[in-house]
């Protein structure tokens, strides 16, 4: 039969232990947090340089076809996919062409608005693509709707494909 003090000691112990699995699970809980809200921030600014780029080329050109390509040609230039043009890219790339086109199509449209009670006289290209509408009227609601379906698709969040591996370079004084 354990003594008094034995007793005492066990008790003791056990708040100890259940302590540490406290400590432990508040740490797990908090790295985890604070892993989101780094990818939250590092997505934001990757989303920020993807879609003002896409607007400055978008602003410069007034064709708008020409605009698109542009825009197009210059994401998948940064993400390092293309060197040239968009026919680099391979028949699996397509769908991600036909989901981008809306949004660059919105950006040029918001860069050029028609003058006031001018139509549009040509069907735009974005009316048969995933997204349903001719041109979104908000590029970033679009993007956010394409990175939801890139990562629904590929299994991995689009502004991953940002992050490219750089083996160490050692450091040489001469």
Same mark, same amino acid.
């Given at each position: 039969m354990p003594t008094a003090a034995e007793t &005492?000691?066990?008790? &003791?112990?056990a708040d100890c232990t259940a302590a540490e699995a406290a400590e432990r699970s508040v740490r797990a809980s908090v790295e985890a947090q604070i892993k989101a809200a780094e990818q939250a921030r590092a997505f934001a600014w990757r989303r920020l340089s993807a879609l003002s780029d896409m607007a400055r080329i978008?602003?410069?050109?007034?064709d708008r076809e020409l605009a698109v390509e542009r825009q197009l040609e210059a994401l998948f230039r940064e993400i390092g996919w293309i060197e040239g043009g968009l026919a680099e890219l391979g028949e699996g790339a397509r769908p991600l062409v036909d989901w981008l086109r809306p949004i660059a199509e919105a950006l040029h449209a918001e860069a050029h608005p028609l003058p006031a009670g001018a139509a549009q006289t040509e069907a735009p290209a974005a009316a048969d693509a995933p997204l349903g509408d001719p041109i979104l009227a908000d590029p970033i609601a679009a993007f956010r709707a394409f990175e939801a379906w890139y990562e629904a698709e590929r299994g991995a969040p689009f502004l991953q494909v940002y992050e490219r591996y750089m083996p160490a370079t050692p450091v040489v004084e001469f």
């Open positions: &005492l000691i066990a008790r &003791l112990q978008a602003a410069l050109e007034p």
